[in-house]
């Protein structure tokens, strides 16, 4: 039986920014992936720069983490 808490609001501000973290998580992994491929296969200056850009997502995702 499922129970309602008296912080149901709380609870739900506490993930209010999950999907746009989930979003910019898979941005974050897609980019190193690629970036470490372009980095090892192409051309090192390329895949440096999606790789910080990539790093630049995943910096945003923590922000928001602690903004929760």
């Known amino acids: 039986m499922y129970h ?6 709380e609870e739900e501000n ?3 920014f999950l999907m746009l973290r989930q ?3 898979i941005i974050f992994m897609l980019g190193a992936v ?3 491929l372009l980095y090892f296969y192409q051309n090192k200056t ?6 910080v850009v990539a790093m ?3 910096m945003v995702e ?6 929760k």
């Open 4 to 9: 309602h808490s008296r912080n149901h609001q």
């Open 14 to 16: 506490k993930d209010r």
């Open 23 to 25: 979003v910019l998580n």
């Open 34 to 36: 690629v970036g470490v």
């Open 46 to 51: 390329m895949g440096t720069v999606v790789i």
């Open 56 to 58: 630049v997502f995943k």
């Open 62 to 67: 923590c922000v928001l983490r602690l903004l």
